[in-house]
């Protein structure tokens, strides 16, 4: 029972506890950054789960409806106090005005240094709390007491770091079964693939049925995104296609390892065609969202038509669904790969599938260009020396050149801008130009 009130356990029943929380919860959701339904009104929340984790500290899944698209489901951890100290506002929530909570100060526990370490402490020593199982390596030793602090610049999740040793992921948005970012590197891990930091702790919830909440890795201290590598190289006027040629070599060496790890699927004689209509459905889907798109639809459909008449080359296999620059960090002289998730809006079966590599190489070479734009003027040169240098370094390890596969490369590649313009054109339309640019270059088949 949370000790900041004093209602029986039954008054914190869900349906009595989302009469406290809904006003509130309906209001703070689609502020967040996580919240998938931008602009849309929250119009029903229910209780999938609730766990008190620690007295004044509730886990949460809460399945979300928007107008005009499908539920979600997210998790939260709410703490609940009847004064909140200053250096907690931030984190606030709402105050309910009914329910269970009337009165109380409800806010995000994540932001608690007290709430964070005893989740750490959760995490270090394996068990249940009510359907939440905690799982760990025991090979690796998590040190107790660890300050935590909020990892800001996170879009789909949030992250806590404990003492710069360990980075602890919590899924935010939450779809059934076991996350990508869970199962690849804990199976890489047992591969010895260096490239990519193996779990060390993880939870899970069993209700409605099992699938991951969180992750707990060795935080990279002293590393830096390949985003802000790329943009301090881009300010410097400084070439980037050394760094460039060795993240194609950690891309591909990661690749083999998958390859290793998870069998490759036997080709399908109609995958290519599979793939194209897949891609044809996004880009109508698209261009009926986004009318700059619609004076080159038929030239894209052109690119999608080749795939669909030859098919990728390769077996298909599993990759990382969603790789640019803001995935990738270096530390030093190497290049590490991290979230494994993929894109958070394709349902997780989706993500999990095999998949040609051409796909990861394309979202890359897209984060080029993406980097390229983001300095006036524009510098399109040192974004072709990029491609080229990261092709050229896959190349190298992988034994094979995803430059000769131009047909399907071009065809990811339109995908990917379609994808970038539709998420421009509803959240940053000011960036709409780049995917646009794009668009304009694949269409004309260069």
Same mark, same amino acid.
């Given at each position: 029972?949370?000790?900041?009130?004093?209602?029986? +356990?039954?008054?914190?029943?869900?349906?009595?506890?989302?009469?406290?929380?809904?006003?509130?919860?309906?209001?703070?959701?689609?502020?967040?950054?996580?919240?998938?339904?931008?602009?849309?009104?929250?119009?029903?929340?229910?209780?999938?789960?609730?766990?008190?984790?620690?007295?004044?500290?509730?886990?949460?899944?809460?399945?979300?409806?928007?107008?005009?698209?499908?539920?979600?489901?997210?998790?939260?951890?709410?703490?609940?106090?009847?004064?909140?100290?200053?250096?907690?506002?931030? =984190?606030?929530?709402?105050?309910?005005?009914? !329910?269970?909570? =009337?009165?109380?100060?409800? *806010?995000?526990?994540?932001?608690?240094?007290?709430?964070?370490?005893?989740?750490?402490?959760?995490?270090?020593?394996?068990?249940?709390?009510?359907?939440?199982?905690?799982?760990?390596?025991?090979?690796?030793?998590?040190?107790?007491?660890?300050?935590?602090?909020?990892?800001?610049?996170?879009?789909?999740?949030?992250?806590?770091?404990?003492?710069?040793?360990?980075?602890?992921?919590?899924?935010?948005?939450?779809?059934?079964?076991?996350?990508?970012?869970? #199962?690849?590197?804990?199976?890489?891990? !047992?591969?010895?693939?260096?490239?990519?930091?193996?779990?060390?702790?993880?939870?899970?919830?069993?209700?409605?049925?099992?699938?991951?909440?969180?992750?707990?890795?060795?935080?990279?201290?002293?590393?830096?995104?390949?985003?802000?590598?790329?943009?301090?190289?881009?300010?410097?006027? +400084?070439?980037?296609?050394? /760094?460039?040629?060795?993240?194609?070599?950690?891309?591909? #060496?990661?690749?083999?390892?998958?390859?290793?790890?998870?069998?490759?699927? @036997?080709?399908?004689?109609?995958?290519?065609?599979?793939?194209?209509?897949? %891609? %044809?459905?996004?880009?109508?889907?698209?261009?009926?969202?986004?009318?700059?798109?619609?004076?080159?639809?038929? $030239?894209?459909?052109?690119?999608?038509?080749?795939?669909?008449?030859?098919?990728?080359?390769?077996?298909?296999?599993?990759?990382?669904?969603?790789?640019?620059?803001?995935?990738?960090?270096?530390? !030093?002289?190497?290049?590490?790969?991290?979230?494994?998730?993929? /894109?958070?809006?394709?349902?997780?079966?989706?993500?999990? +599938?095999?998949?040609?590599?051409?796909?990861?190489?394309?979202? %890359?070479? $897209?984060?080029?260009? &993406?980097?390229?734009?983001?300095?006036?003027?524009?510098?399109?040169?040192?974004?072709?020396?990029?491609?080229?240098?990261?092709?050229?370094? *896959?190349?190298? /390890?992988?034994?094979?050149?995803? +430059?000769?596969?131009?047909?399907?490369?071009?065809? &990811? /590649?339109?995908?990917?801008?379609?994808?970038?313009?539709?998420?421009?054109?509803?959240?940053?339309?000011?960036?709409?130009?780049?995917? %646009?640019?794009? @668009?304009?270059?694949?269409? #004309? !088949?260069?």
């Amino acid at each position: 029972m949370l000790k900041t009130a004093t209602q029986s +356990r039954e008054s914190l029943s869900p349906p009595l506890l989302l009469a406290s929380l809904a006003g509130v919860l309906q209001k703070w959701l689609p502020e967040q950054r996580w919240f998938a339904g931008k602009g849309l009104p929250v119009t029903e929340l229910a209780v999938v789960s609730m766990t008190e984790l620690h007295p004044g500290c509730l886990h949460l899944l809460i399945r979300s409806r928007h107008a005009g698209s499908r539920d979600d489901c997210y998790q939260l951890l709410l703490g609940v106090r009847r004064d909140l100290p200053p250096r907690l506002h931030h =984190a606030v929530v709402g105050r309910p005005t009914e !329910g269970p909570l =009337a009165g109380l100060t409800v *806010y995000d526990a994540l932001h608690d240094p007290r709430s964070a370490t005893l989740l750490l402490e959760r995490l270090r020593t394996p068990g249940t709390a009510g359907p939440l199982r905690f799982e760990r390596d025991v090979q690796t030793v998590v040190p107790p007491n660890l300050t935590a602090r909020v990892l800001d610049g996170e879009q789909s999740n949030t992250s806590l770091v404990y003492g710069d040793s360990f980075i602890l992921k919590l899924f935010r948005r939450i779809q059934y079964g076991v996350n990508p970012d869970l #199962e690849v590197p804990w199976a890489l891990a !047992g591969q010895g693939c260096a490239r990519v930091p193996s779990p060390v702790a993880w939870f899970w919830t069993s209700e409605p049925r099992k699938t991951t909440l969180g992750v707990l890795q060795p935080f990279l201290r002293g590393a830096t995104d390949g985003w802000t590598l790329a943009l301090k190289s881009l300010a410097a006027g +400084r070439d980037f296609t050394d /760094e460039s040629y060795e993240l194609g070599r950690a891309t591909a #060496e990661v690749h083999l390892a998958l390859a290793r790890v998870f069998v490759p699927d @036997i080709p399908d004689r109609h995958g290519g065609r599979h793939l194209a209509e897949g %891609m %044809m459905s996004r880009l109508d889907t698209t261009a009926r969202q986004v009318p700059a798109l619609v004076p080159y639809v038929s $030239r894209l459909r052109a690119a999608y038509d080749a795939v669909a008449a030859h098919g990728p080359v390769r077996p298909p296999q599993r990759i990382h669904g969603d790789l640019h620059l803001g995935q990738v960090l270096r530390a !030093g002289q190497r290049w590490f790969v991290i979230d494994f998730e993929g /894109e958070p809006a394709r349902p997780i079966a989706e993500r999990r +599938r095999a998949q040609a590599t051409v796909r990861d190489v394309a979202g %890359m070479l $897209r984060s080029f260009d &993406y980097a390229a734009h983001a300095r006036r003027p524009w510098q399109p040169r040192w974004a072709r020396r990029c491609r080229e240098a990261y092709c050229a370094g *896959y190349a190298a /390890e992988a034994s094979w050149d995803p +430059r000769t596969e131009a047909g399907l490369l071009r065809a &990811y /590649e339109t995908d990917r801008a379609v994808y970038e313009a539709l998420y421009e054109a509803r959240h940053r339309p000011d960036w709409l130009p780049v995917p %646009m640019a794009a @668009i304009a270059r694949l269409a #004309e !088949g260069r």
